[in-house]
DNA sequence: AATATATATGAACAAATATTCATATATTCA
DNA sequence: TGAATATATGAATATTTGTTCATATATATT
């Protein structure tokens, strides 16, 4: 049973409909798209960021605000709005030593609410 | 400087601006669908369960068929699969030993669409 | 210039998670 | 009934990732 090399023509994977295999095959968007695509909804697969951009989406605010508002420390809040900066989901401001983020664009309204929608269902 | 526990009255949160963290914190959606949302863009955060639902957008597939076409083997598929159904993103229906999947509803183009309309700009 | 404060960040640690391997289950067919 | 096949699943492993801690940087204030 361990050797299962005997019927290893070029890859161990049957296919029963070779046919829809090809077809999809070709339909799929390339590799580096769906890549782009998982790293983007992985962002908002996390309860720290949601909560951050959900209070940005209703309000300007400075990094120890946001900390506040999540009762979460400020080290762990930067962090984060690191990677939302990264991301282009945000967007920032200086003003002294404080700085503002606030929601890059709309993108992040509609893909909540199209979350938001499935869930509620 | 490493005893900064004087200030300590309730939380060593320092916050700027009280009234926003304030209004913001009652404006924020409950805790657990927040918690709900982020677990759902979990879902599409992983580059193998994009790679199945763009699969599945084109054709309804069985299991070996989404392997050969992802170049997976059938256990990691049919483990992603698992978690896809238990989301209720996908559907499947059996035929003899061959199970069918699908997309649940319409919910997961909606969703790609606008990622991807944030990934391209 | 020295101090205080807001934010950023590197490193360490802990927790979550994806894949693989082995195997179980279910169904078909001889 | 027994063999073959499609799928599911538990356990182990490896990787990723979020938080914390300590500290650096930048700005304001005295």
């Not at 296919?15 to 890549?35: A, F, N, R």
């Not at 762990?76 to 606030?102: C, M, N, P, T």
């Amino acid at each position: 049973m361990k050797d299962n090399k005997n019927n290893n023509d070029v890859c161990e994977i049957t296919v029963i409909h070779e046919d829809i295999v090809d077809k999809v095959k070709k339909l799929m968007p390339e590799e580096e798209k769906l890549y782009d695509l998982a790293e983007l909804f992985k962002i908002f697969g996390d309860t720290t960021r949601i909560k951050i951009l959900c209070a940005l989406l209703k309000s300007e605010m400075c990094v120890c605000d946001i900390a506040a508002t999540l009762g979460m420390n400020q080290s762990a809040v930067s962090h984060q709005l690191r990677i939302l900066k990264q991301s282009k989901l945000v967007k920032h401001r200086k003003e002294g030593k404080v700085v503002y983020y606030s929601l890059a664009d709309d993108h992040v309204i509609k893909i909540f609410d199209q979350g938001f929608s499935h869930i509620e269902e």
